[in-house]
């Protein structure tokens, strides 16, 4: 697991007009998905579409709502679901938006490293 810390901004889906100020989010590869403050989310009209249950790094269960964005950082952009972070939550970008960005992590530079894409090709 690695973890460094980058400036993201998230875009609302249906109105690309509606984007987030520049937000220093924690990159996470233990954690599934990305989490951004329910305020910042909110201020773009991202909405909620349904409510996960998580398991905190201190065992304990939470539910959040999530959502879809568009998110950006570092050159990199993908839609992916969200996290609905209640305050005292941290901000966190997770491994399935690297894995959209189309990226690894160097875990020694505290970087993200653009990667090629393994396409499943069906047998005929």
């Known amino acids: 697991m690695s973890m460094f810390k980058v400036s993201m901004v998230a875009r609302n889906t249906k109105d690309e007009s509606l984007v987030s100020p520049p937000t220093e989010v924690l990159v996470d590869t233990g954690s599934e998905l990305t989490w951004l403050p329910k305020d910042l989310l909110a201020g773009i009209k991202v ?18 709502e999530t959502g879809y964005a568009i998110v950006s950082a570092e050159g ?14 941290m901000a966190l970008l997770g491994v399935r938006t690297l894995e ?17 894409t393994i396409v499943a090709v069906a047998k005929h």
Do not use: L, Y
């Open 47 to 64: 909405a909620p579409v349904r409510q996960r249950s998580f398991a905190t790094a201190t065992k304990q269960r939470v539910t959040r």
């Open 76 to 89: 990199f952009e993908t839609v992916d679901e969200v996290v609905f972070a209640e305050p005292g939550d």
């Open 100 to 116: 959209g960005f189309g990226v690894m992590v160097d875990n020694i530079a505290h970087r993200f490293v653009a990667t090629t």
